[in-house]
Each structure stands twice: as C-alpha cells, then as structure tokens.
C-alpha cells in the first residue's frame, strides 16, 4: 500500500527534536513532487504548499510534526562509550537492550548497555537507570570514536519496520511522522482545481521538547484562515481506560475541547459520515497536548481541529497503529483540504 | 571455515528460534549442518556426536542450543498475549522490543507493550514494569483473531538483528549468541579434529540449559564422561561505570576460563592444563574473575561418579537480553583453545 510504504519511509528518518532538517534531500525526493514549492523557515519548520490557482482563495494549514523524541551525546567514555541526555519523554523502561544509530560524520551503530541478572545488585531492587545513566556501547576505540563523534551528535533509534497481524504496523518514529505521510497522501488526492484553497503543509519543528515548538512561528508567519493540526493519538491498551484513550481501529478522532473549533468539527464529523470515513472523538477539558493549542492562538488566532491517529507504545521504538486509521486520517485530510465554506456557520 | 564462514554460521544459529523447550527449530538446523555426520538424538532432544578414540579417556564437549525466551500463559480478550518468562530475563531489556512468536502456522511478529509514558505516573516512570504487567501486542484485536494464530503453550524469543560493528567489525551483537556460540563452535571443530585423537569424543548439543541445566544431566548419565568442556558466553560488565573488581573479564582478551561459579567448582588441574595448552598454541585466554552465572558444567561434573569439568567462554556483555555484544576475535579464537587442549591431551 502507499501510505504504508510513505509511512516507513518517512519515519526511518532521523528528526531527533533540533535536527528535523537532517533528512531534507530524503524529504524533498520522497514527497516533493506533489507540491508546487517547499521551503523552510527561521525554526526548523518545513512547508510544502499546493496552489489551488485562484486569486484571493483562502489560505488552509496542516500541521504534523517532523521531529521525534530521541537522544543526544553529552560525552565520549574510554573503550567507545557514550554517554546521552534525553530530547523528549524518552520512555525509560524501553531504551536498555535497544539498538541506536549515531548519526555522526557516518552513522554509527550502537547498542543501549543493560546489566544482566547475574551481575545485577541486589540492592537495586526495581529502580530504573535514568537516560543520563546510561552508557551506549559503539565498538570503537574512544580517539577513532572522538573524530566521528562531538558532544551534541542526535542518536535515534535504529529503525526497524514490521507489519504485524492485519493492518496494524510496528516501527519508529510514528509520533508524528505517520502523520506527516497520511497529510501528504491525503493532499496528493484532491486535484489543484478541487482544493478549497492554498494549502500549506507544515511538517513542524521542535514538538517533542513542549515549550519550544516550531508550530506557533510556523503559523503565524502563514496567517492560515484555518488549520488541521494532526497528531497520534493515545491509544486504548489493556492497562488505560477508555476515556483517557481513543480506539485502534476506531478510526481518525476528533478532539473535541475549548481549543479546537465546534463548527469545523461539526461539519467534518457529519461530513466524514456521508463519506464513510471512520471517525471517533477524544474528548478533553483542557488543552489538546498537540500543536493545535499553539496553532490556534498564533497571530491573531486561528480556527482549528485537531486530528488524532490512535498510537499504542507512544515514544517508544516499537510503536503500534493501524493503517486502516491512517486511511482513514489520510481522507478526513483529503475532505478538509477539498470543502468550501468549512469555518462558516450555517446552522 | 573462512572468517566469513564462521561468521555466517553464528548468525544463522543466532536468529534461529530455539527457546527453552521449543528448541526443536535450531536442532533442525544443526542437524543440517551436520550433514553426512552421524548422531543421535536423546529421550529429551539433545543432539549426541560420538567421535570414536578406543580406549581413549571420555571427553564430552557441550554447548546448550536454548535461549531465554517468553512462554505464552493467556490471551486476553481483547487480542493480546501474557506471558512468562522461559530462563531468567530482566523486565528492564523486555519493553518496547520485537518479539519473534511461534504461530499455529509458522512465525509472527509481535511487540511487548506495557502503557504508554503519557499514562504511567511519577512513580511508574522510575520503577521497572514487571513483566506480568505487560503484553505482547501480535496486531490481533480480539481473542478469536489471536486464537486463530498462536495458543497458549507456545514460545517466543527476541526479533533482533545481528550486527558486525565497531571499529573494523571488532563486536558482534545478537540475540542468542548464549549459546548458539557454543554450537557453532562444536560444528566448525567437527571437521578439524586431529587423526589421532587422544579422547574418546562426545560432542552435544543439549536441550533447557536455561532452565536448571537439565538437558546435559540426562546426556552425562548417558555418556559417563571422565572429561567434560562447556562451550559458553558468560556474562561481563567491562563497562567503563563498573569498577574493575566486577568487570568479570575483557571482551577481546580471548576466552575466559571459569575457576568457579554459582553452579561448578571447576577441576583446577584442567583448569591449569588448559591456560598452559592456550599459551603453547599462542591463543589468547582469560581467567573469569568474578564468580557470578552457572552453567551446563553445574550438572555435568557432579553426573555418575563425577566429572573433571572445564568452562570456557566467550565474554558478552548483555546477556539474556535482545543485543548480546561478544568481540568478533573471541569468538573466532574459540575453536583455537579448544584444539589446543585436544591436541595436548594426552598430558592431561
């Protein structure tokens, strides 16, 4: 399938939060063919915009993060060790025994050192090693290492793909680069005379790291009319609730919360079911958690929804989604970017 | 075998599946290797290589085929696997890594899962997940979908690629390099052994090491060896946060040969007899410096009226996990030492 293979694709790259630009060729030959121009700007934000070809047509923004949580070396040990700081909500119980690539002057393969039960203490009882703790173990002498190596080298995890049973798939960096994929695969579908407007898609920088997100700058500078903002989605796994989850399988959600727009919302849910589009909604009290919160208030405020892909193992290596959803993302993105008149109240 | 060969080797016995009980898959592949080689297969599965020396002293060399792995003891409704644990693995290598499961119809792939970082709690952050608390994700969203590809009873092993790296492909990294090693090993000594042999040869490749060194018990009854070597990889921490007095031994200063451990208290001739044969060959060896492990040599040495034992094993770090790390020299410089010893033995 070709959302499948563009989600590979895209989420093999390293985007280490600080380092979205490090697959720019890669990006540009994957998805650059179907856009009329692309640039990035002051923060890292890269756009890729598709013209409708009418003068004064408004101007639609979707947003899907580029970078993804990772690592970063904070020193060089003797015999080849390294040592890393976190970028993002690293999950710790899942680093030791991984396997990492080193993205120096060459891409060096390194594994995430683990005590085995013979040697282990017993008076560490359960605690977990922090990831400054950890030592990443590269095979190299330290001086060879030192000259492909500074401190400040992103270190992502080695990407390894599997298709599980169904449609449901395993990889890395899915938080958010599935997202990106479903964004162009669902922009590529709507021809140039079909889109309701301009369409700026933005595959931001700086998500993972909270504060410093790319997407507030990013939208500002665009002043869309309105926006999609596509993030995964917590999904529902034997050990959390429901309502603190969306459905794998359940379809794209909708977050419905004082931050995204009731009447965009609306229209696309009643929409996407005379499409038979599968969506679900995700209902929160506060922020979204995503881009949407920075978005909407860029400038002078932007009109937005928030879309959500159901993911299990967030910020993992091993994260999980069905591209069933992603499809069904994919066309909820194709509807947005195709339908006139989304922000206006008719009710 | 070239280098290229040996390494071919390891990395075919590695990535098969052979976890404790189910090691039926990499027998499979063994007994292939073997070829025209007669053998013969025990009551419990150990594969027995009998390399006639007449009146000879009894030797057996042994190397465990199983690996740690997972068992699967429940669906769940909802599609997913529980699990327990087959050999001893710390909860802290399991999360978050590709598990290979053994299917109704050949393999699947899975992932164990625990809930996401976004629901866990302060607390939960910094705590190991125990193993119970997680699941094995296969894709499947109900019990019927999960049922109608594998069942309780079943076994699972890490899904991990092997890997040359470092500088000059000086490491090795893999799952089940504990004890796969052991056998490829065996199977590059099976056609270079000297004409005239000075023991009586049994080489085998045992069954459930993992799991309280039972596989070599019943082959030791069998065999009444005077003599035995363990063919292993033990477990070392040369690791720049770990002070020397508990390293163990170095990876890439050659084999390391056990004086004692949690199982053995090994034959301290043997022990000597093998350092000087090491020397005299120009192979490189290490003594064990930690007594930490156990292995198949625990039941061996203490079968029918005892037997004088010898470990010898290639240093790893990682052990029991997805990413076994061993030095590329230790293991080719393995086959080295063992021959050494053959070949002088009848010094010993």
Known sequence: MELEKLINSLSALMSVTGHEGNGKAELESLIGAGFDESFTDAVGNRFFVKRCGREGAPKILIDAHMDEIGLIVSDIKDDGFLTVAPIGGVDLRTLQAGDVVIYGKEKIFGVVGSTPPHLRRPDEGNSLKEATELLIDTGYSKEKLSELVRIGTPVGFKPVYRHLFGSRIAGKGFDDKSCAACAVMGISRVAREELAGDVYLMLSSREETGMFGGAAPGAYSIAPDYAMVIDVNLGKTPDTSKSETVAVGGGASLTLCPVTDRTMNKKLIALAKEKEIKTQVCVTGG?????????????????????????????????????????????LVALFVSTKDLTEVTA | ?????????????????????????????????????????????????????????????????????????????????????????????????????????????????????????????????????????????????????????????????????????????????????????????????????????????????????????????????????????????????????????????????????????????????????????????????????????????RSVDGVRALAISVPSRYIHSPANVISTADYLSMSELVLAIIENGKEL
């Open chain 1, 287 to 331: 922020s979204t958690g995503t881009n949407a919160s920075a978005v909407n208030l860029a400038g002078a405020g932007i009109p937005c929804v928030d879309v959500g892909l159901p993911l299990k193992g967030m910020h993992t290596a091993t994260e999980v989604l069905d591209l069933e959803d992603a499809e069904s993302v994919a066309a």
């Open chain 2, 1 to 301: 075998m070239t280098r290229e060969e040996k390494l071919q080797l390891l990395s075919e016995l590695c990535l098969e599946f052979g976890p404790t009980g189910s090691e039926r898959y990499v027998a499979k592949v063994i007994k292939e290797k073997l070829g025209d080689i007669e053998y013969t297969v025990d009551r419990l599965g150990n594969i027995i290589v009998h390399i006639p020396g007449e009146g000879a002293p009894k030797l057996m060399v042994s190397a465990h085929m199983d690996e740690v792995g997972f068992i699967i003891n429940e669906i769940t409704d909802d599609g997913y696997l529980k699990f327990d644990t087959l050999g001893g693995i710390d909860p802290r290598v399991m999360c978050g890594k590709y598990v290979t499961v053994e299917g109704k119809e050949g393999f699947i792939p899975g992932v164990i899962a625990a809930k996401a970082i976004h629901h866990q709690n302060a607390d939960e952050r910094k705590k190991v997940t125990p193993h119970k608390s997680m699941y094995i994700d296969i894709g499947a969203t109900s019990r019927e979908e999960a049922e109608s590809l594998t069942e309780p009873g079943n076994s699972a092993t890490f899904d991990s690629e092997f890997v040359i790296f470092g500088e000059d492909g000086a490491f090795i990294k893999s799952k089940a390099i504990d004890d796969r090693i052991g056998c490829a090993v065996l199977l590059d000594l099976l056609g270079r052994l000297p004409k005239n042999c000075p023991f009586d040869l049994y080489f085998c490749f045992t069954v459930r090491e993992e799991i309280g060194l039972s596989g070599a018990r019943t082959v030791a009854h069998a065999i009444d060896p005077d003599f035995c070597i363990v063919l292993e990889s033990t477990a070392v921490a040369d690791l720049p946060d770990v002070p020397e007095s508990r390293r163990v031994a170095k990876l890439g200063d050659g084999c390391a040969i056990s004086l004692r451990d949690n199982a053995t208290i090994y034959d301290r001739d043997f022990v000597n007899f093998a350092l000087e044969a090491a020397k005299k060959k120009g192979v490189a060896a290490q003594i064990k410096k930690y007594v930490s492990g156990g292995n198949d040599a625990g039941s061996i040495h």
